[in-house]
């Protein structure tokens, strides 16, 4: 069943990635009208997100964020089907990296980088940043169920080089790369919502006492990263530019957690200038409230 769905879906995405841009983004234009207004995906959790987010907005501020981010939504996840079929010169016209010196300096310390980034703006295209480096670039992410589509996401960010770690995987790939000597790029979209567990760490986001996602600051300290920010700025519709921000050059030194808030206020900063290109449809706050119940 899953190759069926699979194959009865590629030719569709493969025809909506050579669309020319003009006609791709009319086509999102449509498929908003369908996901937001027609089907409501998500909705309710969306509404209840930026209202827990942004509660000294007013109802009519709300429902702007809510609808500029659906369309924005339907961009992005387009975008990253682009990706099956986009040139690079399309790909380096339409994502910049705006202070790439900052990485490239840290790269001739030899010592592997953790590149801490949230589901913000474009994360999608950040695997062209492959093209600019000598380190080999990793993103760590969760595996979709259906193995032929986990595949082809895997296709698609690795067209430019770029290699995907299955979360369990990530502590032997780094381990078996130290050792061999082989530094490397590791993304974390570390705004994710952890599981709960006892030794869970908790801190406020959106000032919001929720369980925080820490493994980009174990994994730092633990392999002696030096840690930046990427900071992904929406430009205009399909126009991206990124920002390096060192966070440390010395993780070790630095208290526990600390490093993890100072991700979150960077996040937080984001939402703030402009929360309608935040993932609003994940359940980041689905476990306030249960501090102390595990």
Request: glycine fraction near 4%; proline fraction near 2%; hydrophobic fraction near 40%.
């Amino acid at each position: 069943m899953q190759l069926l769905v699979y194959l009865l879906i590629y030719p569709l995405l493969w025809l909506i990635s050579i669309l020319p841009f003009r006609l791709f983004y009319a086509f999102s234009d449509m498929v908003y009208v369908v996901v937001y207004r027609v089907i409501g995906y998500r909705k309710k959790v969306v509404r209840e997100n930026i209202k827990l987010a942004l509660p000294h907005l007013s109802d009519k501020e709300r429902l702007q964020i809510e609808k500029k981010f659906y369309k924005h939504m339907c961009d992005m996840f387009l975008e990253m089907i682009k990706t099956l079929s986009i040139s690079q010169k399309e790909i380096e016209e339409r994502f910049k990296f705006k202070n790439l010196e900052v990485y490239l300096d840290l790269e001739k310390q030899n010592k592997s980088i953790a590149a801490m980034c949230s589901h913000y703006a474009s994360y999608e295209w950040l695997i062209s940043i492959t093209r600019y480096i000598d380190f080999e670039a990793y993103a760590i992410y969760k595996k979709i169920n259906n193995k032929y589509f986990d595949d082809l996401v895997k296709k698609i960010r690795g067209k430019f080089k770029a290699h995907l770690i299955h979360v369990k995987e990530t502590v032997d790939v780094i381990t078996t790369n130290e050792n061999k000597g082989v530094k490397g790029l590791y993304g974390f979209a570390s705004d994710q919502s952890p599981q709960l567990k006892k030794l869970t760490h908790w801190d406020y986001f959106m000032g919001i006492d929720i369980p925080v996602y820490t493994g980009a600051e174990y994994l730092s300290k633990k392999f002696d990263m030096n840690v930046v920010f990427l900071n992904v700025e929406k430009v205009k519709r399909g126009y991206y530019e990124a920002t390096f921000e060192v966070l440390t050059q010395d993780v070790r030194s630095i208290p526990d957690y600390q490093l993890t808030r100072m991700f979150l206020d960077r996040v937080e900063e984001q939402i703030r200038k402009k929360p309608e290109y935040y993932l609003w449809t994940h359940k980041r706050w689905k476990h306030m409230g249960k501090k102390g119940t595990v």
